[in-house]
């Protein structure tokens, strides 16, 4: 049972950044693949960081987590295409389980990306567009006082970005798995819950 959850919530991770990669594909310019950080060679946020607060669904209050958010920054500034890249949890020691136990912390997180606003980080040069970026960011969750949160974003953080992705679309090239539209609108559709 433990192996299928597994499996499931691997292809789950598969599809979404497969859509969200292949759906700002879809929608016009290839966005470049950015590991976190790297994306301000292209944009500057102007918006300030909307930290998510802690769910108040989560099966145990005293545990801590941490997710990564993979995310386009469109052409206009605003974000989209959101993909839970890795999740972790001190109680499980291990990826959250698929389900609605732990889902506040994924969307706490897509709430808040979802709120930032960038502004090309250059002038951009007549008759030149602006780079679509895909990136992420790194959320870490805790109640404790003395939580290190930079220790615990330690356990979600991907490193090398672009590799990620690239090894996403192997597996999903692999498995027959075609990106239909049909699929990246029922991701995209899925109700996020405001940040408090």
């Not at 700002?24 to 102007?46: D, K, L, M």
């Amino acid at each position: 049972m433990r192996h299928t959850r597994f499996c499931a919530r691997a292809a789950a991770t598969l599809l979404a950044v497969a859509v969200a990669v292949a759906g700002a594909a879809f929608a016009g310019t290839t966005p470049a693949i950015i590991s976190e950080g790297g994306a301000n060679a292209f944009w500057r946020q102007v918006t300030p960081d909307a930290l998510p607060p802690f769910p108040a669904n989560a099966p145990d209050k005293s545990e801590d987590a941490c997710v990564s958010i993979g995310y386009v920054i469109q052409a206009n500034g605003t974000t989209s295409d959101f993909a839970m890249l890795k999740s972790w949890s001190s109680k499980l020691d291990k990826e959250f389980p698929a389900g609605d136990a732990y889902s506040g912390f994924s969307r706490g997180a897509v709430a808040s990306v979802m709120q930032r606003r960038y502004v090309p980080a250059q002038a951009v040069a007549a008759g030149t567009g602006v780079t679509p970026v895909f990136t992420a960011a790194t959320f870490a969750y805790s109640q404790r006082a003395d939580a290190d949160l930079q220790a615990l974003r330690a356990h979600c953080v991907v490193e090398d970005l672009p590799g990620f992705v690239a090894k996403v679309q192997d597996k999903a090239r692999k498995g027959g798995k075609g990106i239909r539209r049909a699929e990246m609108e029922r991701q995209l559709a899925t109700p996020q819950s405001p940040v408090n």
